[in-house]
């Protein structure tokens, strides 16, 4: 059964960082592409970033510059290391695994940037 379980949302001021997690199991770890997604209230889930199984990487341009996305095969563990938040980065961020034709959601981690 395929999971994935992130953390390290939480509340932080414009111009920090914060390092997302997301954990991956029921599937082979790095075979697959995986993507982080977010979404606000009222809005549909968003692209955020993507890490193929290759290692090939590809980014929104609103935060080209100031994410980066990876992963960790023995961990089973993909990153996301926000850099110089902003306020529009507000939001619950998911990530998501294209495993055999199929799709997986995690439940989803809020990420909230104010002063």
């Known amino acids: 059964q395929v999971q994935l379980v992130e953390s390290g949302g939480g509340s932080v001021q414009p111009g920090d960082s914060l390092t997302l997690s997301c954990v991956g199991s029921?599937?082979?770890?790095?075979?697959?592409?995986m993507f982080w997604y977010r979404q606000v209230p009222g809005k549909g889930r968003e692209f955020v970033a993507e890490?193929?199984?290759?290692?090939?990487?590809r980014y929104a341009d609103s935060v080209n510059g100031r994410f980066v996305i990876s992963r960790d095969i023995d961990r089973k563990t993909m990153f996301l290391q926000m850099n110089n938040l902003k306020p529009d980065d507000t939001a619950v961020y998911y990530c998501?695994?294209?495993?055999?034709?199929?799709?997986?959601w995690g439940q989803g981690t809020q990420v909230t940037v104010s002063e």
């Open positions: 029921g599937f082979r770890f790095g075979h697959y592409i």
């Open positions: 890490i193929t199984s290759l290692d090939g990487t």
């Open positions: 998501k695994a294209d495993v055999d034709m199929q799709t997986y």
